[in-house]
């Protein structure tokens, strides 16, 4: 098929682009509130950006109501997210907390998700997720025509990686989670996701 972009719908763009942009990691978003309540929601438009220093972006629409989600108003506010690693284990209650709550409900009590202390900003991570990234927000620059979408840009503070998907440390190598061990839950189109199948390795030239 052959489609002209601009005689798509919204809606139709979403559904082709997030069906042909495959597979997206999802990264698992907490912020919190000035009463130290916590956010949770689930972001598949999520990339690595850089190194120097580490960053990562993030693509957030507004609501249908043209009001901020949760998570750009926590992370606007106080500076701050933590992006929790989504593996196969978490699929469930990843996908319960996308659910749109009141503004002060939070997804980790309604679902009773486990966190515990960030190690670095104020917030939390979820205690089943074996990686997390605390960062701090650098930059938020809004695009988009009828819906409009807000373009995150986070630096990474601090990582956290669980031992049993950490790289075991040699000398001189640097740290990394293991390709072997790593089991992250990958987002298609649609209702689809999936897991990774066999890794293969390929040499740099
Ligand atoms: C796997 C998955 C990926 C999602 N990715 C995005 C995304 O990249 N951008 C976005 O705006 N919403 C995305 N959503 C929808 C949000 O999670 C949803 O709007 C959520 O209610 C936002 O919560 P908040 O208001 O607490 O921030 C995704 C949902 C799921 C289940």
Known sequence: MEL??????PRDCYALLTSLVVPRPIAWVSTMDDEGRANLAPFS???GLGSDPPM???????RRDGSDKDTLRLARRSG????????????ERMNASSAELPPGESEIERFAIATTSCARIRGVRVAS???ALEC???DVLRYGRRVAVNLLVAEVVHFFV???????ATAGAPPSASAQAIRPLARLGDRWYAKL????PLPRP
């Open 4 to 9: 002209d972009a601009s005689s798509l719908r």
């Open 45 to 47: 438009y999520f990339s």
């Open 56 to 62: 990562i972006t993030l693509g957030i629409a507004q």
């Open 80 to 91: 701050v997210l933590c992006v929790n690693l989504v593996e196969e284990q978490d699929a």
């Open 129 to 131: 997720a074996r990686a």
């Open 136 to 138: 701090r927000l650098v």
């Open 162 to 168: 669980h031992d049993a998907i950490a790289e075991p």
């Open 197 to 200: 199948g066999q890794r293969v």
